[in-house]
């Protein structure tokens, strides 16, 4: 008798080095029989060696080739993605503070030549000026009238964009930024998926 099995990849999962990779790791699944469920998800899949470095794709096929090596008599039924992507994670070394405030430094000193540069080429300075005397009916080199509350929102502005006040988010929302980065991951992910696919039919040929 057939024994119903529905598996679905995860997306990402993350690794220590050397680590063992289960089924259960890498895919969720339901059996009829909770105890076969529980045998099945501590089948090995891979074990991470140092020549992955930090990216491996496990591949749906590798996972049923291994749940029905352990027993024929499975009836597995797949949904969702066809690859995951092992993400080995190696221990952090510690950052020295001088490294720290010099790419602090780095990113404020660059982040203020920006500012200033946009302002200068919209001419914003002029444009103040200009706005103060309308108003006034006076000329001021520096006026402070506009300049104060304009620098103070442009702070303010960049808060609400980022969604983040350092490590305090405002809302639930994610930030432009955000949505950036998480287009960036995906991309990533599909190009290491795609990329391991070409390796993986190179080793066949060079095999053949």
């Known amino acids: 008798m057939k024994k119903a099995v529905f598996l679905k990849l995860r997306h990402r999962v993350q690794v220590r080095p050397k680590d063992v990779i289960l089924a259960g790791d890498v895919a969720q699944m339901i059996a ?6 529980e045998k099945i998800k501590q089948i090995p899949i891979y074990r991470i060696e140092p020549s992955d470095k930090n990216m491996v794709v496990i591949d749906v096929m590798k996972v049923v080739d ?27 070394r510690n950052v ?7 790419v602090w430094l780095l990113l404020f000193i660059g982040s203020a030549i920006a ?8 001419s914003m300075k002029e444009t103040q000026q200009h706005l103060y005397t309308m108003i006034t009916g006076e000329k001021a080199d520096k006026p402070l009238l506009f300049q104060i509350p304009y620098s103070i929102g442009l702070g ?12 305090k988010r405002l809302n639930e929302e994610p930030s432009p930024l955000e949505v950036e980065m998480f287009n960036y991951q995906q991309s990533i992910d599909q ?10 039919m190179k ?3 060079d095999g053949d």
Not at 32 to 37: A, C, F, K, V, W
Not at 67 to 89: C, H, M, W
């Open 96 to 102: 020295s503070f001088i490294y720290f405030l010099l």
């Open 203 to 205: 080793r066949i040929d």
């Open 156 to 167: 303010i502005g960049m808060i609400v964009f980022f969604n983040h006040v350092f490590r």
């Open 32 to 37: 009829d029989n909770e105890e076969t469920l």
């Open 115 to 122: 500012i200033i540069n946009f302002h200068e080429d919209v």
């Open 66 to 92: 291994a749940l029905i090596r352990f027993d024929q008599s499975l009836d597995i039924q797949t949904v969702g993605p066809a690859q995951t992507i092992i993400e080995v994670v190696y221990p952090k």
């Open 191 to 200: 190009y290491v998926i795609l990329h391991e696919n070409k390796e993986s």
